[in-house]
């Protein structure tokens, strides 16, 4: 079965930083786009930021600058790099990977999600 595992949360200061990792398996993982997105309690899912199957990366206004999403090819794994964390960063962050197959329609998982808070 497919599988992406979230790693890295925990509770941190204003300022500080953490990494985050999503391991995967059983999927063609070079053929996939990843992304994060996190989801706060009342709130709707959102992305953070995202790395093509090629390595383009983009970011949500509120994190550029701060986060770098990155991705391994050889260990299946993709990780976002946060610094400078804030409150307002306080969320379960998601791992996703997404395939749009060039025969049209798409494949796209969930990891379960890594608790990440910020606060003094």
């Known amino acids: 079965q497919v599988q992406l595992v979230e790693s890295g949360g925990g509770l941190v200061q204003p300022g500080g930083s953490l990494r985050l990792s999503c391991t995967t398996s059983k999927i063609f993982f070079r053929l996939y786009d990843m992304a994060w997105y996190r989801q706060a309690p009342g709130k709707q899912r959102d992305l953070v930021a995202g790395?093509?199957?090629?390595?383009?990366?983009n970011y949500a206004d509120s994190v550029t600058g701060r986060f770098t999403i990155s991705r391994d090819n050889v260990k299946n794994t993709v990780y976002l790099q946060m610094n400078s964390l804030k409150p307002e960063d306080t969320a379960v962050y998601y791992c996703?990977?997404?395939?749009?197959?060039?025969?049209?329609?798409?494949?796209?998982?969930w990891g379960r999600g890594t608790q990440v808070t910020v606060s003094s």
């Open positions: 790395i093509s199957s090629g390595g383009r990366t």
């Open positions: 996703n990977a997404l395939r749009v197959r060039p025969t049209g329609g798409s494949d796209a998982y």
